[in-house]
């Protein structure tokens, strides 16, 4: 994280900014890597407490999904900073649309699993009565 510039005050904001960046991608490691872990530490808890393997399975995934797209839209988050603060070129900032791209689709994608619907198709209410 060593940028040169005519000001040590630029500088040394373009190494927080930096330093920022890869603090958001380091948190998105860290939602991910937690968030598996919580939701299969749930998921064989509820399938112990119910004692039928499996049981817990939907609400596992909808959880690892909910978690993946957290992390997801924080990469998203870490990529755009970086991009639009330290590294305004044409090639990095085509480099970013296509990550970002890449990602809304696996965050749509993701979002379709959750759901269980496309997102044209209005959400199912239970209606007693």
């Known amino acids: ?18 330093y920022f960046a890869v603090a958001l991608e ?3 490691v860290c939602v991910v890597v937690v968030g598996v872990l919580y939701s299969t ?23 690892l999904g909910r978690t993946l797209l957290l992390g997801l839209e924080i990469l998203v988050a870490a990529d755009i900073v ?5 590294d305004q070129t044409l090639e990095n900032v085509a480099i970013l649309g296509f990550l970002v791209v890449i990602r809304t689709f696996l965050s749509w994608s993701l979002e379709v699993e959750i759901e269980n619907r496309w997102p044209w198709h ?8």
């Open 1 to 18: 994280m060593n940028h040169e510039t005519e000001s040590h005050l630029i500088d040394r904001l373009l190494d927080a900014v930096e």
């Open 26 to 28: 380091l948190l998105a």
């Open 41 to 63: 530490f749930n998921f064989l808890h509820q399938d112990r407490a119910l004692g039928k393997l499996g049981a817990g399975y939907q609400p596992y995934r909808v959880n």
């Open 82 to 86: 970086r991009t639009v603060a330290l």
């Open 122 to 129: 209005p959400r199912k209410t239970s209606q007693s009565g």
